[in-house]
C-alpha cells in the first residue's frame, strides 16, 4: 500500500467501483446487534481525499436552542446542516463544541464523542442531527475543493437529508469510481437506507450513471459492527467478507480475500449471509411490531408502578435498539438489494467485526484512522487483483445481473 498512487482520474468513468454510505443513526439493531454504520463513509471519503487533498477538519459547530438547527463548517469550506425534532438545550449545543478540530470523516465517533452514545428511531436526536450534519460538511467540502469534478445530488428527498457524491479517481493506473452516500431521516429521527450501497435508481442512480457505477464491479463497504455470536469466535478485529453464492460476484470477493492474505489480516468469508428471502424484512418488521403489541397490552393491564416503569422501559429498548432492523430500509427495496443495498451480480461487501472484550468496554463501535487504514489495505490490493482478473469479474455481473 506504501506505493499505492491515487489522484484524480482522466477517465469520466471507472473499471471498478468502490461505494460507502453512512447510516446516520443507524447504531442498534436486531439481536444485540450494535455498529458504527459509518465506516464505508469513512473509507470512501478517506480515498477521495487522497486525490482531493481537501481539509475536513471541523472548525465550526452551532446548536441554535432557538430553532433546533445544527450547523458543521470544514476548515475547508464545507457546511451541513440538519435540525434536531425536538429541539436542542444550551447544554447540547456546549457539548457539540466538542468536535471542533477533529477529522469530519469520522462521523459517528464525533458525535458519540460530544453526546457520550447515541440511539436512532427519535431516542436521542441531537447527537444524530450532529452526525447528519458532519457527513453532509464532508461531502460539501469535496465539491467545493473540486466542483468540476466532484458530482452531487442536488434534490432534496422527502424527509430525508440524503445526497451522494460521485468521483473517479485513478489508483495505480487504473480507474476507479467513488460514490459517497449519507442517509439520513430529517431531525435526526434515524436512517433511511433505501439509496445505500449501489442501488441505482432516481437522481443517485444519475450520478452513478455518469460515473460507470451501475455497470461495473464493486466493492461495498460497510460497518464496524458487534455481532454476538462472531464476536464469541474472535479475539481480534477481524474482517467479514459476504458474497451471496448464486447472487453476488465472488470474483470481488476473492480479491479482497487476497488483500486480507497478502497483509496478514485477519478475515472470515461468508458466501450464505445474504440470501434473497421473499418478504425477509416484512415479516421481520411485523415481528417487531407484535413484540411491541404484547408489552403494550401488559401495560395496558398493568397497575404497580414498577411493573409498569418495567414495561416501558422494555418498550425504550425495543425501539431504542431492535426498531433499528426494520425501519433502516423499504421492505419491497430489500427484497432485491437486502440490508446491503447490493445489486445482484455486481458488488461482495467488506464490514469489521468487533470482539466481545471490546464491546463490553466501548459499548458502541467506533471507527478510527487505524480501521480505515486496514480497510484501504484490503481494497486497494483487491483492486490490483481485479484488475487481473477483470474478465471473470465482468463475466460474473453479466451472468448475475438483473434488471
Known amino acids: 500500500m506504501n506505493n499505492t498512487v491515487i489522484k484524480l482520474s482522466d477517465q469520466q468513468k ?25 465506516a464505508g463513509f469513512a473509507v470512501v471519503a478517506s480515498l477521495m481525499n487522497t486525490a482531493l487533498q481537501a481539509n475536513t477538519m471541523i472548525i465550526y459547530v452551532n446548536g441554535d436552542p432557538l430553532t433546533g438547527e445544527v450547523t458543521v463548517r470544514t476548515a475547508g469550506g464545507g457546511v451541513g446542516k440538519t435540525y ?11 457539548l457539540m463544541q466538542r468536535v471542533i478540530n477533529e477529522d469530519g470523516i469520522y462521523t459517528q465517533k464525533l458525535a458519540v464523542r460530544a453526546f457520550g452514545r447515541m ?43 440524503d445526497k451522494m457524491a460521485g468521483l473517479v479517481v485513478d489508483i495505480n493506473g487504473t480507474a476507479v469510481s467513488l460514490l459517497l452516500n449519507i442517509n439520513g ?24 450513471e455518469s460515473i460507470g457505477l451501475c455497470s461495473i464491479p464493486t466493492i461495498v463497504v460497510e460497518s464496524k459492527a458487534y455481532i454476538p455470536k462472531m464476536a464469541e469466535q474472535i479475539s481480534d478485529f477481524t474482517f467479514l467478507l459476504r458474497a451471496q453464492e448464486g447472487v453476488d460476484n465472488q470474483t470481488v470477493a476473492e480479491a479482497m480475500k487476497q488483500g486480507a492474505e497478502e497483509y496478514s489480516i485477519p478475515y472470515v468469508y461468508q458466501t450464505d449471509a445474504l440470501p434473497m428471502i421473499e418478504k425477509q424484512l416484512a415479516n421481520a418488521t411485523a415481528d417487531f411490531a407484535d413484540k411491541v403489541i404484547a408489552v403494550a397490552m401488559k401495560l395496558k393491564e398493568a397497575d404497580a408502578a414498577g411493573e409498569k416503569v418495567k414495561l416501558v422501559g422494555e418498550l425504550a429498548k425495543l425501539v431504542s435498539e431492535d426498531a433499528g432492523g426494520v425501519t433502516f430500509m423499504t421492505s419491497s427495496v430489500h427484497e432485491t438489494v437486502r ?16 470482539p466481545t472484550e471490546y464491546f463490553n468496554y466501548w459499548k458502541i463501535p467506533l471507527m478510527d484512522p487505524y480501521d ?17 482478473n477483470k474478465d471473470e469479474a465482468y463475466t460474473e455481473m453479466n451472468e448475475k445481473s438483473v434488471g
Open 339 to 354: 440490508s446491503t443495498g447490493m445489486i445482484p451480480g455486481m458488488s461482495a461487501v467488506i464490514s469489521l467485526l468487533v
Open 119 to 161: 440511539y436512532g428511531q427519535g431516542v436521542t436526536e441531537p447527537p444524530v442531527a450532529l452526525q447528519g450534519a458532519i457527513a453532509l460538511a464532508i461531502l460539501d467540502t469535496f465539491k467545493k475543493k473540486a466542483p468540476d469534478r466532484v458530482c452531487v445530488t442536488t434534490g432534496k428527498y422527502l424527509d430525508q437529508i
Open 84 to 94: 434536531a425534532r425536538r429541539g436542542i438545550t444550551p447544554t447540547e449545543s456546549e
Open 185 to 208: 431521516t430529517d431531525g435526526g429521527i434515524g436512517p433511511n437506507e433505501d439509496n445505500e450501497g449501489n442501488t441505482c435508481y432516481g437522481e443517485k442512480g444519475e450520478i452513478m
Open 14 to 38: 471507472g473499471l471498478f467501483g468502490i461505494v460507502g454510505h453512512v447510516g446516520v443513526g443507524h447504531v442498534h439493531s436486531h439481536s444485540s446487534f450494535v455498529q458504527d454504520d459509518s
Open 372 to 388: 480505515v487504514e486496514q480497510y484501504k489495505k484490503i481494497i486497494l490490493r483487491a483492486i490490483q487483483s481485479l484488475e487481473r
